[in-house]
């Protein structure tokens, strides 16, 4: 069973940082793509952030020299460093790992992590 884990989310001032990080496992033949996602209440979820297979990174509007992701030391980890956080946002952040089976991809996302700025 895949299993997606996040971690680092908390409370911060706007103007502070936050780190958050993911960790996907449970099957050891995958290789993950991860990205970051977030939803703020009464939002539809909307992506930040996101590695591709050959380590290229991608990165929301909102976000952009802002945020940065990264892979993590381990295997099928990521992270994600926010910088000048805002208010807007504040928001539960999911990770979203990918696994490609031969021709599927199948898709695991975590629990959430809450970040929450403060004016």
């Known amino acids: 069973q895949v299993q997606v884990m996040e971690s680092g989310g908390g409370s911060v001032q706007a103007g502070g940082s936050l780190r958050l990080s993911c960790a996907a496992s449970g099957y050891p033949l995958c290789s993950y793509t991860m990205s970051w996602h977030r939803q703020a209440p009464g939002k539809e979820r909307e992506f930040v952030s996101g590695?591709?297979?050959?380590?290229?990174?991608s990165y929301g509007d909102s976000v952009k020299g802002r945020f940065t992701t990264s892979q993590g030391n381990a295997k099928n980890t990521v992270t994600l460093q926010m910088n000048m956080l805002k208010p807007e946002d504040t928001a539960m952040y999911y990770c979203?790992?990918?696994?490609?089976?031969?021709?599927?991809?199948?898709?695991?996302w975590g629990q959430g992590t809450q970040v929450t700025v403060t004016s």
């Open positions: 979203k790992a990918v696994c490609r089976r031969g021709s599927v991809d199948y898709e695991y």
């Open positions: 590695i591709g297979r050959d380590g290229s990174t």
